[in-house]
């Protein structure tokens, strides 16, 4: 039987995120200032057409699975980047309150920070996943956290960046036990994903507590 985290794009677009959702009954996506991600109900000829023809516009997109694709025509292959999942299996940490919950006001902060340290995707609507907070040194935001795929399950714990003229300070971490606190305070897992090339990364987050439940593939694709 397979796990709602195998297709964590897909799972979150029905349930968790579906407010923010476009699309059909086969292929989904979030509006292109919230995030370029899609999901598909399944790995066809007919979900990967279905696709194309509801996305308005011609960004290439991003696509996640847990195995690799047989062939996403009549999409074309931009790129294949591979990673971990990994699921928070430690203690739940004590919250913080010296940490700033950051609203749609803080939104040219957050970008000014992703481009110093880019977290992944991050536009100007992203904030619309909700639950991020920030650390700031004065009125500059050096640091921050937040969520993004939500399947009623389980929360992925994203847009983890600091400053380069911070680090070292324990800064993601800190963010980090506060998504995990308040992830488990709503009932549900935290987990997030890590590039397979980012070793440091991996294992800071093996340390804090979390652990691997599978190989995951980010395929980002474009129409041809």
């Known amino acids: 039987m397979s796990h709602p985290l195998d297709n964590p794009v897909w799972s979150a677009l029905t349930s968790g995120n579906q407010s923010i959702a476009l699309g059909s009954d ?5 509006p292109p ?15 990967f057409e279905a696709l194309r023809d509801i996305i308005p516009y011609e960004q290439p997109v991003a696509l996640f699975t847990h195995e690799p694709l047989p062939d996403p025509w009549p999409w074309v292959l931009v790129n294949r980047i591979d990673g971990f999942q990994m699921l928070y299996e430690g203690p739940v940490p004590a919250e913080e309150d010296s940490l700033t919950d950051l609203t749609r006001a803080d939104v040219p902060a957050m970008l000014a920070l ?20 920030g650390i700031f040194d004065g009125d500059e935001l050096v640091a921050m ?3 993004r795929f939500d399947n009623g399950t389980h929360v992925e ?3 983890v960046c600091t400053h380069p ?6 800064y993601a971490r800190r963010l980090i036990n506060n998504q995990i606190c308040r992830i488990r305070a709503d009932g549900k897992i935290p987990y997030l994903h890590v590039r397979a090339d980012n ?9 804090m507590g979390f652990v ?11 129409k041809p």
């Open 26 to 30: 086969q292929a989904k996506y979030y």
């Open 33 to 47: 200032q919230v995030a370029p991600f899609v999901g598909v109900a399944g790995h066809t000829r007919g979900h």
């Open 114 to 133: 992703t481009r110093l340290s880019p977290p992944g995707p991050f536009l100007p609507q992203t904030i619309e996943f909700g639950g991020y907070q």
């Open 145 to 147: 956290a937040g969520r």
């Open 157 to 159: 714990i994203s847009a």
């Open 165 to 170: 003229d911070h680090t070292g300070k324990g």
């Open 199 to 207: 070793a440091r990364a991996y294992r800071i987050y093996e340390q």
């Open 212 to 222: 691997t439940r599978s190989g995951m593939i980010i395929y980002i694709v474009a």
